[in-house]
């Protein structure tokens, strides 16, 4: 199936030139990619995915899994203030969040929710069943590599001790809040996760800036966040974080803390991971493949 690259956003125009005579000048195209554009740009990126070695994919998906940590830890500072009522700070705890997906979209980096979109390329027969599932084994195990990497020195850096052990406690807190509701709460809330993040990721790659990418991707991931959504990657941190934090003597109060342990991790890890992989899969790349891809006239 024959496809068309999109428009590059350094496009030439003819323009005379001070001795008369015509030459090509850049023209600068300042419109986001349309969606038929995006899913291109979508699907040769998953397609790149396919072609890391092991060893740069898992690297790549570590500094993921901490990129998104510091995000995590971000939404647990400014969400410690005890004076902040209940929706702004959840507002402003997404808003602090969204700096993990600016640094993967940003910087570069393997994110296993955002890889959700291969699915596109599965359906485009641009990758195969086993490149894609190999790439999302080696990306959610980085992720998790790169976020108890970041757990790790966050403790020993004795952050959770920060506004008098308000972090700490609040840490134990949210991490007990998700291993306590039942399993298939936690994967439809797995699944609405993604659609935003996904959502955001299709966004990033539409953007021709780094400023477009920053401000198109801030309502859906801090929307995701204030909704109380579960995404695997962040939950890599929050949970071993809290747990963490519990060792330390931190949340002893908190409802909910005696259940949490690595077992309970598994349990929500499990559910947000598949919740995750269907609402990235079937609600945004499918759909969006089904949409935009380019087809025979007997196909259409």
């Known amino acids: 199936m024959q496809s068309t690259s999109p428009k590059n956003p ?3 125009a003819k323009r005379p030139n001070l001795a008369g005579a015509t030459a090509l000048v850049p023209k600068l195209n ?45 939404f647990l500072i400014v969400t410690s203030d005890p004076a902040m009522t209940w929706g702004p700070k959840r507002f402003v705890g997404g808003l602090a ?11 570069g980096a393997e994110l296993f929710t955002g890889n959700s979109l291969m699915v596109s390329d599965l359906a485009a027969r641009k990758v195969t069943l086993r490149q894609m599932l190999r ?6 195990f980085g992720n998790l590599a790169g976020a108890l990497l970041l757990v790790l020195l966050v403790a020993l850096a004795g952050t959770m001790g920060l506004a008098d052990g308000a972090v700490g406690d609040l840490a134990v807190a949210t ?29 990033g790659f539409a953007a021709r800036s780094v400023s477009d990418k920053v401000l198109g991707i801030l309502l859906p991931i ?35 803390a005696g259940s949490l342990d690595v077992l309970a991790i598994a349990y929500n890890l499990s ?5 995750n992989i269907l609402g990235g899969s079937l609600f945004v790349a499918l759909a969006y493949w089904y949409l935009n891809a380019k087809r025979s006239s007997k196909q259409a």
């Open 30 to 74: 300042i419109n986001a990619l349309t969606p038929a554009e995006t899913e291109e740009v979508v699907e040769n990126a998953g397609v790149a995915k396919t072609r890391l070695t092991d060893g740069r994919a898992f690297v790549s998906a570590m500094l993921a899994g901490a990129f998104i940590g510091f995000g995590a830890l971000f």
């Open 10 to 12: 350094m496009e030439t």
């Open 135 to 140: 790439n999302w084994i080696i990306v959610w």
């Open 222 to 256: 801090s929307g995701f966040v204030a909704m109380g959504f579960e995404h695997c990657v962040a939950n890599m941190f929050f949970l071993p974080m809290g747990l963490t934090a519990k060792l330390l003597g931190f949340g002893a109060e908190v409802a909910g």
């Open 97 to 107: 969040f969204c700096m993990g997906l600016v640094l993967v979209l940003c910087c």
């Open 271 to 275: 559910a947000a991971t598949l919740g």
């Open 175 to 203: 991490a007990a809040a998700k291993v306590t509701p039942d399993w298939g709460t936690l994967f439809v809330r797995g699944i609405l996760c993604n659609v935003l993040v996904c959502l955001a990721v299709r966004i």
